[in-house]
């Protein structure tokens, strides 16, 4: 910085002292300036505020929110275009009801009602995520450009002014000490800010009718919303309506309670029919061949048995068909001991 602009900040802290401390009275401008000087900063201030507040309206949880930005950032950093979408608590909800849904099953009233909703909430999360779109896009970020540029641009033409009129005062009051020359340049540079900051203040307020026109943005994407969450919804109580009917209409299922005991018979009884072999046995009849005397193979044959008892000459004798059995085909006499003799015809248990 050089000599002459180290020396008009100097002016410019000592005469704000002098103002702040002693009560030094500066150079007031017309109440007209003064108003719209006034609006600017409200205006200012309103836009900050909105940008924040309408970022919390959309996104509500500030947790989410923070680790939204942070992978954002982390996004950009690696030059990556797609960017994480905000988790909707209607998505989240809509997520859980589906999958104790599917877990129930179709058979189940309330599981087929889980999945009803569960594909509803996602619907209207899909519509939450298309109303954040629209806001940023229509809102959002135009009121961000208007900060950024306008009004930042008329915030400096009123620091500017500030700053000139400082100096301005300072030399007036020190007039005969300082050059009337420097003093004529202060009172023109401070005329030329005065001027630049009017100018800029009344060109935005005289055109605030942009920004009622994203306000009205912001309100027809929000009306969107919910006209389109409303007949979701309305859609959605239509068919539990319809559920609530099916399940009231169908016949009443009776309670039959079977005890410990009776199942544990059940399971031995089949674990006993897995082991018998009787129905091969009824199925087929054993034949014993004999050569010389001696038993020289046994072969199964099929044959049908009869339904009442036989007659063997004068020995009757009931053939017994739920056991082991077979019929002989030749005399046997017994040679050795422990062998077990019989008849042409004798059945065997």
Request: aromatic share 6%; glycine share 6%.
């Amino acid at each position: 910085m050089s000599v002459a602009g180290l020396k008009k900040q100097f002016h410019k802290a000592s005469q704000l002292l002098s103002e702040k401390i002693s009560g030094a009275e500066g150079t007031k401008l017309e109440e007209d300036f003064l108003e719209m000087e006034r609006k600017i900063d409200v205006t200012n201030k309103s836009v900050l505020d909105l940008l924040s507040k309408t970022t919390e309206y959309l996104q509500p949880n500030p947790a989410s929110r923070a680790k939204l930005n942070m992978l954002n950032t982390v996004s950009k950093i690696r030059g990556q275009v797609k960017t994480t979408g905000y988790p909707q608590a209607e998505g989240l909800l809509g997520d859980c009801m589906l999958r104790y849904g599917h877990e129930l099953g179709e058979d189940s009233i309330f599981g087929s009602s889980l999945v009803d909703i569960g594909e509803a909430m996602r619907q209207m999360a899909d519509v939450k995520d298309s109303l954040d779109i629209s806001v940023k896009q229509n809102f959002i970020d135009p009121l961000q450009n208007l900060q950024d540029k306008d009004l930042k641009e008329i915030m400096h033409h009123l620091k500017k002014l500030e700053g000139r009129r400082l100096d301005f005062d300072y030399k007036k009051k020190r007039q005969g000490k300082i050059p009337d020359e420097e003093i004529r340049q202060a009172v023109e540079k401070f005329e030329e800010s005065k001027e630049l900051a009017e100018r800029s203040m009344f060109n935005f307020l005289e055109n605030d009718v942009e920004q009622v026109s994203q306000l009205s943005a912001l309100i027809e994407a929000a009306l969107e919303y919910h006209k389109q969450s409303s007949q979701i919804l309305e859609e959605l109580s239509t068919q539990l309506q319809k559920r609530i009917s099916t399940a009231n209409s169908r016949p009443k299922k009776e309670f039959t309670s079977k005890s410990v005991k009776s199942t544990m018979e059940t399971v031995g009884s089949n674990h006993q029919n897995g082991l018998s072999y009787s129905s091969s046995i009824k199925s087929t009849d054993i034949q014993i061949h004999t050569v010389n005397g001696k038993t020289d193979h046994i072969s199964s044959v099929p044959v049908s048995w009869p339904d009442s008892p036989t007659t063997n000459g004068n020995h009757h004798q009931t053939e017994v068909l739920d056991q082991p059995c077979c019929r002989s085909l030749y005399d046997f006499e017994p040679e050795n001991e422990g062998e077990l003799g019989f008849k042409e015809g004798t059945s065997l248990f």
